[in-house]
C-alpha cells in the first residue's frame, strides 16, 4: 500500500508507491525526544541552503553531462512528462498540510539524487565537484527528512505517511540517464523556491 511506518522512514525506500498521509492518533509516535531542541531553526536553514544551492547544482550537473545537455538544457531537460510530487500547498495552507507536503517532496528527491549519484559515479566517476556537491544535497536533505518525521509526529501524531517516488534508472542507457536526472534537478530548481517561501514562515519564531 506504499504506508512508510515511523521506524522506517529514514530508510527511504525507492519502490514507486502512491497515496496519501494517514493521521493516526494514539500512541504511534516514538518519544518525542527524538526531537533537537532547535529543530525548528535547523530545519529552516536545511531549506535556505538546499534553495541556494539548487541551481548552481543543476549548472554543474549540465556541464558535466557535456553536449547535447549543455546546449539544449531547455528541450532535453524538460520535466514535463516525468513524475515529480504535486506541491500544491501555498503560504496560507495549514501548517500541517505544508509540513506532510514537504516530507513527500523531500523524501521523493532524497530518493532521486541517490540514483542521480549511483548514475554519476558510473558515468562521470572523474567529476570530482559534481559528487560532491550531489553527496552534499543528500546529506542536508536527509537531515531535513529527519527534522519533518520529528516535526509531524511529535506537532501531529502523524507518524505513516504514503509516498509515492519516480522511477529507478538503473537499467537505462546512459543518454536516458543523464536526461532523467537533468529532468529531476530542472524541476527541483523550480520547485525549491517556492517550498522555501512557503515553508518558511511555518517555521518562524513563535
Do not use: W
Request: hydrophobic content about 35%.
Amino acid at each position: 500500500t506504499g504506508v512508510v511506518p515511523f521506524v522506517a522512514l529514514l530508510l527511504l525506500q525507492r519502490r514507486p508507491v502512491a497515496g496519501r498521509p494517514l493521521l493516526v492518533t494514539g500512541s504511534g509516535c516514538p518519544s518525542h525526544g527524538l526531537c533537537r531542541s532547535n529543530v525548528q531553526e535547523q530545519t529552516r536553514r536545511q531549506v535556505a541552503v538546499l534553495n541556494a544551492t539548487a541551481q548552481e547544482l543543476f549548472s554543474l550537473y549540465l556541464k558535466c553531462q557535456g553536449e547535447p545537455f549543455s546546449s539544449e538544457s531547455d528541450k532535453l531537460c524538460n520535466p514535463a512528462d516525468i513524475f515529480f510530487p504535486d506541491f500544491r500547498v501555498n503560504r496560507t495552507s495549514e501548517r500541517k498540510e505544508v509540513m506532510v507536503a514537504m516530507y513527500k517532496l523531500f523524501a521523493f528527491l532524497n530518493a532521486s539524487l541517490g540514483n542521480i549519484t549511483r548514475d554519476q559515479e558510473e558515468l562521470n566517476p572523474m567529476a570530482k565537484e559534481l559528487l560532491e556537491r550531489l553527496h552534499n544535497t543528500t546529506k542536508t536533505t536527509r537531515g531535513l527528512i529527519s527534522n519533518l518525521t520529528c516535526l509531524l509526529c511529535k506537532n501531529y501524531n502523524i507518524f505513516q505517511v504514503d509516498v509515492r517516488y519516480g522511477d529507478s534508472s538503473k537499467s537505462k542507457r546512459a543518454f536516458k540517464k543523464k536526461q532523467q536526472g537533468c529532468q529531476v534537478l530542472r524541476k527541483y530548481v523550480q520547485v525549491i523556491g517556492q517550498a522555501a517561501r512557503v515553508l518558511l514562515p511555518h517555521l518562524s519564531p513563535s
